[in-house]
């Protein structure tokens, strides 16, 4: 089974959007570790302005939880700004939603739809 490098994956998402790189932070206590993500995304409003993001994870002994719990709370913060990012969950339930057991046509048929958002917005 193939594992989704969070990480690699998020700073692709940033870089479509035209945002800046991660900067990460791990902090430790005790056993426990927690990660902060922090980066520079376009204000959907006006994309000439960058704005600041930064989120933490939860604290964790186990380094998976902690890192997706990071990734997690950036999306969170991206949807707060205007930027929906789907994540696998989000494609599944959508088709379970839609009684569709097609999870490519799902993402297949939002994508046409989120490029008519784009190209609708600026025209």
Known sequence: ?????????????????????????????LQFKKMTISFEIPLRQDPGTMMAVVASGKESPVQMTYERTAIKACLLELESYGYLIPDLSWFKIKALRRNQHDIVSICESLSRENLHDIVSEFC
């Open 1 to 29: 089974m193939q594992r989704i490098d969070y990480f690699k994956w998020l700073t692709e998402v940033l870089q479509c959007l035209g945002g800046t790189p991660l900067r990460v932070e791990t902090t430790k206590r």
